[in-house]
């Protein structure tokens, strides 16, 4: 395999503190075949300049008014020649050996998705390595299975799976990563922290939407759940809820296959994420799973 290009997209608005750190980490890289694209939505202060003087790396810069954070990735990646595309906030900044790191991925094995760890990092400086959740059906009812800017897509891929709906303004992220799976796209995981992810920006700070958006990407693919329904799903396989109503919301849709396997594969999940060490070796399946919900309602499914 001839070695990987990459296009790394930067949506920026009024980032002139921050846009450097995150340029600088991509200078560190030391690779030669990354192109920058810098879609800025027509910022007041200095954004445009900095990205501008930034020689040593090949950046091209979009100003213009646009309709939000995902109309910019869908321009920046509308322009993307590379052979994975990165997306990455104005205040987050990609680890010394990010890069390197997916390249190596992507010699190992071809797939759709190379999706890496993440270290949540706080107004404070105090950071939190995410706890990801396998790529799979459990993500469905479950959110995003890891952070959006450890995500390298192909280019195929985001021919295949279209670009981020505007429908939402905080979630079009794991609204993609969820048409991905129900499109049987392939994801390679890399089990090393690849970006630095700055817990300031709205995608972090604005609850109220975070949740109401998650909730409306669940029911987006099942129609039949309520919002209700929908909340009460996910804040049981995050356990955050005792999940009092799980068993009357499965009995209602039994004959739905795929609700019954993304809500057995996300409880599986988070009971594989709650093993200690030596506890990872139990035999735990999804069929297992499923094959007591069925006990459990006399279903067919």
Same mark, same amino acid.
């Given at each position: ?34 192109? !920058?694209?810098?879609? @800025?939505?027509?910022? /007041?202060? =200095?954004?445009?300049?900095?990205? +501008?003087?930034? %020689?040593?790396? #090949? ?27 990165? !997306?990455?906030?104005? @205040?987050?900044?990609? /680890?010394? =050996?990010?890069?390197?790191?997916? +390249?190596?991925? %992507?010699?190992? #094995? ?192």
């Amino acid at each position: 395999m001839s070695s990987t290009t990459f296009s790394i997209v930067i949506p920026t608005y009024n980032a002139a503190a921050t846009l450097s750190a995150a340029l600088d980490s991509i200078l560190r890289q030391r690779c030669e075949d990354v192109e !920058v694209i810098v879609v @800025d939505g027509a910022s /007041k202060d =200095d954004t445009v300049n900095i990205a +501008r003087s930034y %020689r040593e790396l #090949s950046v091209t810069v979009i100003s213009e008014p646009d309709r939000g954070i995902y109309d910019a990735m869908n321009k920046g990646i509308a322009q993307a020649r590379g052979d994975l595309i990165g !997306v990455l906030g104005a @205040d987050d900044r990609y /680890k010394p =050996d990010a890069l390197s790191l997916v +390249r190596e991925a %992507r010699q190992r #094995s071809t797939a759709d998705i190379y999706a890496g760890r993440a270290s949540l990092v706080e107004s404070t400086g105090k950071s939190t390595e995410r706890l990801d959740e396998e790529f799979g059906v459990g993500s469905l009812v479950s959110g995003i299975p890891f952070n959006h800017n450890a995500m390298f897509a192909s280019s195929e891929a985001y021919k295949k799976i279209g670009p981020y709906s505007l429908k939402y303004q905080i979630c079009a992220d794991a609204q993609w990563v969820h048409r991905a799976v129900k499109a049987g796209a392939t994801c390679s995981r890399i089990d090393r922290v690849l970006v630095e992810f700055g817990m300031g920006g709205k995608s972090s700070t604005d609850a109220t939407r975070i949740m109401n958006e998650t909730f409306q990407t669940i029911i987006e693919n099942f129609p039949f759940l309520s919002l209700d329904e929908a909340e009460h799903i996910f804040r049981t396989v995050r356990g955050w809820s005792d999940g009092a109503q799980i068993s009357s919301i499965l009995a209602l849709n039994s004959n739905d296959k795929l609700f019954l396997h993304s809500v057995a594969d996300a409880l599986l999940g988070r009971l594989r994420n709650s093993l200690r060490p030596q506890q990872q070796n139990i035999r735990l399946t999804t069929d297992g799973l499923i094959q007591r919900v069925r006990r459990a309602f006399s279903a067919s499914c």
